[in-house]
């Protein structure tokens, strides 16, 4: 069941398109992915999601309601990419401020704020916010979104900038939270940590979604597996795979053959072995997200099929 | 609105006003908390040294040596200047009588009376001291006069001055001239000299009665239509033309008789003063108001507020709640010490207003806190000059009135503040600081709030947000309506005192520019913003629309008829002639300005359907034709 709807979601500054019809269904408890290059329209669309920004068409619907009306906001928690924090407050005041904001009883909130510090392990919640490092200040920011116990979460690159003990730290307390049933709506740069969490993924370029499914539909709509055959000989003459030659180059005195279809690697063992060479090596190669990623960022923008 | 959801507006609203104090608690170091203690006790002790009894600076300033037996020493010891020391302590030898006196080398005396009564001075400050003695003493002399049973003996001739409004046509009357050169002694000698004869005529001034029998006459009354002070009370003056209204009942004109040298004209410096303590506030609150706002804007802070179920309504209520109870506060407690009343605080209040929003829709506009601070010193400067310099002449014309200060004056010398007057002088302090507030809250939404645009784009983002469909360009410029009665005001203001015949032609084209701007801004913004669909049709209807919604806010301004500010030549400039009783002249004064406005509003909407460029020729056409109606029914009227 969806819980959160999007239809031709488009907004426009002027004459620049930021977002050209995004269309997606994100289900309950899933954590879904949205990556491109910067400028791609991920966080235009993200704040749109948030009810930040008003869209100049289209619809989205999140856990029932339009976004920006306030009963859809106390649904949500939002962390955007910056860390827009009250650096003169003490963690516990800012966050008990937001609770107050969002109507939760105070002892309720006492409680959900100390666990959510306690599990992102965050000392010195006494301290003054602009006196925190970084990483504790993400870590302020992440339980904020949480303090009103959202069904839908918004991370925009919740690890950015961040060393690599903290994105882990948070990359994994985003994982527990999806498994406690949190809809998970989910943005980075680093495509090893969309790979790793998220169940599906749309792939955005020049404001458009170019590619979207789960990491396999997505592999397999952009390439899939490819065969690298190494022989002593030639052997893709007179072959072609789907009406196209083989792909061949010269690595180490070797001919290496790049065919997507078993069945095209045995015809070329055949061919080779008729031209009285051998087969030396046989590759599987499997593009990882970032390898689609650079194909589908370097190609021209086309409406996806 | 239900209960509920009004009790969650309050709430929310309750709950970020306390968050927003907290947080600026959080931001006051100690030496900026010094710095504000200082400051307050400064404006304190101003206040409270003005009200009792003046600035102090010139307290025992000289000595004077002199015998405890002279008739002098009464004089310096009444006189705040001098402090008195006997003449013993300042001469070695002799009787103390000029020919034998002879001071010490070491003695520190700037005056000296001796036991004959001859007065000297000597050393540096000397010459001034003496001067300041004989001041004293001609001040001693006058209390001495008043004090006198008799009065009739204390003042043989009475001249009554009366102070009249300044014909800018050069045909001034000399009401207060004539009446003194004329002093027929018809002998009316009412027993508290205060009889003007007829009192508000502008021009013969031919009744202040000379008294030399010592009779204390009591004809003045019934006869006479005449008030002491600054001006009639907006009784007809005989040829037919509605007074200015008196502005003040004159309070600050002497009731009692006085010595020629001390007369001067009403000028209300210690109310003034006083009033201007309420401004001084206001002017530091608004750099820490301006602040916050700022801070939402360039850290990106206020996103998360914005994405929280709190309205943009709400934010801004929260955050501005604070300072505008800070500065009634303030306010209340300004008018406490210096003794004025619920009017000075009502007429404070909307300057406070004012400044605010003014301060917050600058703060959403600007790009940097250094922007920001060239904002908040132009409204400073602005509303301070804007409120203050009209002030200066509350006893003097009704054109004080534009300031609310003027009320805070009035009240502070006691006199009664009308409804009218009120309205008219907070009116567009009440509704520019809504507007402003309302223009505010039109970008204080991500897509604005922290975008780097220029500020006239900012400006333009902030109108065509609030336009939504045909009814908001009818709506937006009774909006506008405050902005332009203020313009118009301050032009009268600045330029009343200018000759006639150069501030009239600049008065009818700023008043023109300034009304079709506000006509055709919001639907230009509409056109920049794609609200409307550019065709010369939907052009056409809406500045038809425009300028039937800007008729019906200029109706409103003629709460000025309320006060008489048309009947200045200057005012008639801005504002129009005052509406006759003939109907078929109001017929004619009614539709014809509907006309206008719709006729100039088409053609600036069809500019601005076109280009920016187009804007500008239709606007400038626009203002022509305005100006040129304008001239036209001055002409035809005068």
Known sequence: MAILEVDGLRKEYGDFVAVEGSS????????????????????????????????TAGTAVVAGHTPGEPAMQRRLGFLPEESPLYEEMTAIDYLEFFADLYDVPRDV???????????????????????????????????????????????????????????????????????????????????FHVESICDRIVIMNDGRIVARGTLEEIRDAHGGTEYHVYATEDGSEGLTVAGSPIDVSHENGQVCHVVGDMRAVDAIRETVEAAGGRVTDIQTKTPSLEDIFLEVASEPVEAET | MSAGRLRGIVSRTARIARWEVARSAGTVDRKTALILVVMVAA????????????????????????????????VAVDS?????????????????????????????????????????????????????????????????????????????????????????????????????????????????????????NGGSGDGTGGNTDGSTGDESGADESGTDGTGGSGTDDGDGRTQVPNVGDGSTSTTAPDRPGSISPPFPFESLVLAFLFVVPMNFVIQAYGSTIMDERVKRRGELLLVSPASSREIVAGKTLPYLLGLVGVVVAISWVIEGGPIAVAAALPIALLFLGATFVGAMLARSFKELTFVTVTISVFLTTYTFIPAVFADVNAIALISPLTLVVMDLQGEAVRLGEYLFSTGPFYLGGAVCFLLGIGVYREEDMFAQKPIPAKIVDAIANRIRG????????????????????????????????????????????????AKSVHVYAGFARSRFEPSLRTAAMLGAFSGAGFFVGEKLTHVVQFVGLPDLPVGTAAFGPAVSDEPLILAVVFLAPLALHVVTAVISALGASRSRLGYVGGLIAAILGHAAYNLGVITLVA
Do not use: C
Request: zero cysteines.
């Open chain 2, 470 to 517: 045909r009814r908001s360009v009818f709506v937006l410029p009774i909006l506008f309506i405050p902005f332009v009665f203020a313009s118009q005001l301050l032009a009268v203001a600045l330029l009343f005192v200018v000759p006639q015949a150069i501030a009239v032609p600049l008065i009818i084209v700023l008043a023109a520019t300034v009304e079709e701007i």
């Open chain 2, 80 to 200: 705040e200047q001098f402090r008195p020391i006997s003449i013993e302590d300042v001469t070695t030898d002799g009787d103390g009588t000029a020919g034998t006196i002879a001071v010490r080398d070491e003695a520190s005396v700037d005056v000296v009376v001796t036991r004959d009564g001859r007065i000297g001075h000597l050393g540096d400050n000397g010459a001034a001291a003496y001067d300041a003695f004989r001041e004293s003493v001609e001040s001693y002399n006058g209390k001495l006069m008043d004090e006198e049973a008799d009065q009739a003996a204390a003042y043989p001739v009475l001249v009554s001055i009366e102070y009249q409004q300044r014909d800018l046509g050069g045909a001034t009357d000399s009401g207060a001239g004539d009446g003194a050169g004329d002093g027929d002694g018809d002998g009316d000698g009412d027993g508290d000299g205060t009889d003007s004869g007829d009192g508000t």
């Open chain 2, 43 to 74: 404006i304190g002790t101003a206040g409270f040294s003005v009200a009792d009894e003046g600035l102090g600076l010139e307290r025992e300033i000289y000595t004077v040596g002199v015998d405890e037996d002279s008739r002098y020493y009464d």
């Open chain 1, 109 to 191: 909130a006492r409680e959900r704020i100390h666990d959510s510090l306690d599990r992102l392990d965050l000392e010195h919640r006494d301290r003054k916010i602009g006196n925190m490092s970084k990483g504790m200040q993400r870590k302020v920011a992440i339980a904020r979104a949480l303090v009103n116990d959202p069904n839908v979460l918004i991370f925009d690159e919740p690890a950015s900038g961040l060393d690599p003990l903290t994105t882990n730290y948070i990359i994994e307390f985003t994982e527990e939270l999806s498994d406690e049933g949190k809809t998970i709506v989910f943005s980075a740069h680093n495509l």
């Open chain 1, 24 to 55: 997606f269904d994100i289900e309950r408890g899933e954590v879904f992915g949205v990556v491109g290059p910067n400028g791609a329209g991920k966080t235009t669309t993200l704040k749109m999601l948030a009810g930040l920004i008003e869209p």
